[in-house]
């Protein structure tokens, strides 16, 4: 077991400045308005480094920096081939992928370094120049990660604004100097996003939030085997990353000849994740990531206990002791109800599970659709045929199958319905950040013949 040394205290491996800038045509820029926030660590619930608060000036001097170059990058991407048909004898259709141009990114809170890679990758790869803005929550491991890559490209290609969602966010989306606007965050953010982006026709993608139904299906306990096992351990992952995950498996639909069985091997499971100082190894939940999520959180358990779902385990704040009194640490809690009540039907980003039963195949995936939100879905079945036909009748755009939370690159991320618009990973990711030209030649040297 090790536990590491708290930034800023002896021995600690990361240090983090006392104050960061905006990162603007290669250079740390102070904010032009002057004005810093705090960031919070969830840890202890302290300050622990401040942050510039960026506005339209910020986003508007950014802008200016990224046009200048996404010239250069354009011509990185010569290894990308077009494409050409020859459409009748004498007419060829060429197809070339340029780049868009500046594009604009916000980043949420949850995953802020994961989430601004996935966003960064294929812009840069396609040509474009980014200014990317951080969750207010969470700037400070973007511009770490800015700090280390800065001397990698060109000034003014990578811009980062820091700040807040009316003040730095809405500017971004709004300006009529970028091409794109790449979102990740909440269903009702995303639905603004889209309005701005209409005002300039820009494409847009947005990834926005889930609700996503994780079921098991009987066959999972035909035997008492390590596949068994990894379906309990598929259950307790709706706690993983302190259910501050979009995909959280934040429904359990188990069916009804061993839901008794199962749930009561999935609460013993859960029971063992380890909960403490996120600086601690041996740690898997950790601590929510701010204040107003931990309240948010707590007020959904409290909604659960009012509408009649019943509380299997968990259902508090959790007081660590220590230096960690302060933190933000709920326990995984699991709740037993219906479909229809709020606790699963509304987004609540905690380590908080929904639990209910099915019949049979039709109620399953019945349940399961029953969400505004398509993003995530995981399937847990012995039978290759069941998990398959499962898979392609629930309506979200990633369905994991006998496995849960893996995000590899390969693999194209989104969401169906309420859940956004677009895919993030996989080379359908490049597809968002470049635009088609199409080049219609005529070899012949003969008129028409109209007029
Ligand atoms: P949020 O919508 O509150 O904020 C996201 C970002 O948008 C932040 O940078 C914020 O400053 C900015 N913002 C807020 N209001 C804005 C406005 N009016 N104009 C422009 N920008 C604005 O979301 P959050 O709470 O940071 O993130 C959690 C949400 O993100 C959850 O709903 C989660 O499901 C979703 N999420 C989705 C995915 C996915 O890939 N689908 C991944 C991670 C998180």
Same mark, same amino acid.
């Given at each position: 077991m090790t536990v590491y040394a708290a930034p800023g205290t002896t021995g600690a491996l990361i240090e983090f400045k006392p104050r960061y800038e905006h990162f603007i045509g290669g250079e740390w820029v102070k904010p032009a308005e002057g004005a810093y926030f705090e960031n919070i660590s969830p840890v202890n619930g302290k300050p622990f480094t401040e942050v510039a608060r960026g506005t339209a000036a910020d986003i508007d001097a950014a802008s200016s920096a990224a046009c200048d170059h996404f010239r250069y990058f354009a011509s990185l991407i010569r290894a990308q081939e077009g494409s050409f048909t020859q459409l009748d004898e004498d007419t060829v259709a060429y197809h070339f992928q340029e780049?868009?141009?500046v594009v604009g990114q916000i980043i949420p809170w949850n995953f802020p370094l994961l989430m601004a890679v996935w966003k960064l990758a294929p812009a $840069?790869?396609?040509?474009?120049?980014?200014?990317?803005?951080?969750?207010?929550?969470?700037?400070?491991?973007?511009?770490?990660?800015?700090?280390?890559?800065?001397?990698? $490209?060109?000034?003014?290609?990578?811009?980062?604004v820091n700040g807040f969602g009316v003040e730095a966010g809405k500017p971004l989306a709004s300006s009529n100097r970028i091409r794109k606007i790449a979102f990740t965050g909440e269903t009702t953010t995303g639905r603004l996003i889209l309005q701005y982006a209409s005002n300039n026709i820009i494409p847009s993608t947005v990834e926005l939030g889930g609700k996503s139904p994780n079921i098991v299906f009987e066959s999972v306990a035909d035997r008492r085997d390590s596949f068994y096992d990894k379906a309990l351990e598929g259950f307790s992952l709706f706690a993983f990353n302190q259910g501050e995950v979009c995909t959280c498996p934040s429904r359990s639909l188990i069916q009804k000849s061993i839901y008794d069985t199962f749930l009561d091997?999935?609460?013993?499971?859960?029971?063992?994740?380890?909960?403490?100082?996120?600086?601690?190894?041996?740690?898997?939940?950790?601590?929510?990531?701010?204040?107003?999520q931990l309240e948010k959180i707590l007020s959904y358990i409290d909604i659960g206990k009012q509408e009649g779902a019943k509380l299997l385990l968990g259902g508090e704040r959790v007081d660590l002791g220590g230096d960690l009194s302060e933190g933000y640490y709920?326990?995984?809690?699991?709740?037993?109800?219906?479909?229809?009540?709020?606790?699963?039907?509304?987004?609540?980003?905690?380590?908080?599970?929904?639990?209910?039963? /099915?019949?049979?195949?039709?109620?399953?995936?019945?349940?399961?659709?029953?969400?505004?939100?398509?993003?995530?879905?995981?399937?847990?079945?012995?039978?290759?045929?069941?998990?398959?036909?499962?898979?392609?009748?629930?309506?979200?755009?990633?369905?994991?199958?006998?496995?849960?939370?893996?995000?590899?690159?390969?693999?194209? /991320?989104?969401?169906?319905?309420?859940?956004?618009?677009?895919?993030?990973?996989?080379?359908?990711?490049?597809?968002?950040?470049?635009?088609?030209?199409?080049?219609?030649?005529?070899?012949?040297?003969?008129? $028409?013949?109209?007029?």
């Open positions: 780049p868009l141009g $840069l790869a396609a040509g474009n120049a980014v200014v990317l803005k951080p969750a207010e929550q969470t700037p400070t491991s973007i511009l770490v990660l800015v700090e280390l890559i800065a001397d990698l $490209l060109p000034a003014g290609v990578l811009n980062v091997d999935a609460i013993e499971r859960t029971k063992l994740a380890k909960q403490g100082n996120p600086l601690d190894t041996e740690t898997q939940v950790g601590a929510q990531a701010s204040n107003d709920v326990a995984p809690t699991i709740f037993e109800g219906q479909n229809r009540m709020r606790l699963f039907q509304e987004e609540i980003f905690g380590p908080v599970v929904a639990v209910t039963s /099915f019949r049979d195949y039709d109620d399953a995936i019945s349940i399961a659709n029953d969400t505004l939100y398509g993003l995530g879905a995981g399937v847990w079945s012995r039978n290759g045929n069941e998990a398959y036909r499962a898979g392609r009748d629930i309506q979200a755009g990633r369905v994991w199958v006998n496995n849960y939370h893996a995000y590899p690159a390969g693999a194209a /991320f989104g969401g169906y319905k309420s859940s956004g618009i677009g895919r993030e990973n996989n080379k359908q990711a490049l597809d968002h950040y470049q635009q088609t030209k199409n080049l219609l030649v005529s070899y012949s040297e003969n008129p $028409l013949g109209f007029f």
